[in-house]
């Protein structure tokens, strides 16, 4: 598996209280993602990074903030949670290589973070 | 990234081949076709990906018509821990924004 660790797993909050995600990685790879999941729904694109200080808004970043000072770490950050964000999150991590002729971009994720805002 | 078009949902019986299809009619040269699975509450899983020729790995195959306009992941001898939400996704090299659409749920009967 590839070397990728969410902390916390499980996380309760309150209202209007900020909450920081992180995501971890020892494979030193490029790009790193956030994704958001809910009920009925298929992953949504957060924010994403491809490189230390490099990152860029995804579908839903409305409310979320993130930053990557190293490469093994993407944090994932709610200003002040609503109940609107209780959510699974993911983290993914990915790398350009090619082999056989094409070029391949597969991401690996983490096991997700279940975030409650009550 | 062109977009994809795929069931909402699909059935297979146990040890059948289970042919899941994804269209993606606007798809440019330089993209590739990739699929993911995931399977309950788990992350994504990577499975297969192809840009023009079929492609096999020990998970699956991928076949991609002629036109490269739609694809088909098969499954060979589908099993119950098959069951999972299938994405398929079209992805230009060097545009690492990936994004899922909301996938096939394939149900595997015993």
């Known amino acids: 598996d590839a070397g990728i660790t969410q902390s916390p797993r499980h996380k309760v909050t309150e209202t209007g209280t900020p909450v920081t995600l992180r995501c971890h990685q020892t494979?030193?790879?490029?790009?790193m993602y956030w994704y958001r999941q809910d009920p009925g729904h298929g992953l949504r694109l957060i924010h994403y990074?491809?490189?230390?200080?490099?990152?860029d808004k995804g579908e839903v970043s409305d409310g979320y903030s993130v930053s990557r000072s190293k490469t093994e770490d993407f944090l994932l950050t709610l200003e002040s949670a609503t109940s609107s964000q209780t959510s699974v999150y993911f983290c993914?991590?990915?790398?350009?290589?090619?082999?056989?002729?094409?070029?391949?971009?597969?991401?690996?994720f983490g096991q997700g973070t279940r975030l409650t805002v009550v | 990234d062109a977009k994809t078009t795929q069931p909402t949902s699909m059935d297979c019986a146990e040890g059948r081949a289970a042919n899941l299809p994804c269209n993606h009619s606007?798809?440019?040269?330089?993209?590739?076709v990739y699929w993911y699975r995931q399977i309950h509450s788990q992350g994504p899983q990577y499975i297969i990906h192809?840009?023009?020729n079929n492609e096999t790995n020990e998970m699956a195959s991928l076949i991609i018509t002629e036109d490269r306009k739609s694809s088909t992941l098969i499954l060979p001898h589908a099993t119950l821990r098959d069951t999972a939400v299938y994405y398929c996704?079209?992805?230009?090299?060097?545009?690492?924004?990936?994004?899922f659409g909301t996938g096939t749920r394939l149900t595997i009967i015993p």
């Open positions: 993914a991590i990915s790398e350009s290589t090619r082999g056989r002729g094409r070029w391949n971009t597969e991401a690996f």
């Open positions: 192809g840009l023009k």
């Open positions: 996704i079209v992805k230009l090299r060097g545009n690492e924004k990936l994004t």
């Open positions: 990074s491809y490189g230390v200080k490099d990152t």
């Open positions: 606007t798809i440019s040269g330089n993209e590739y």
């Open positions: 494979e030193n790879h490029r790009y």
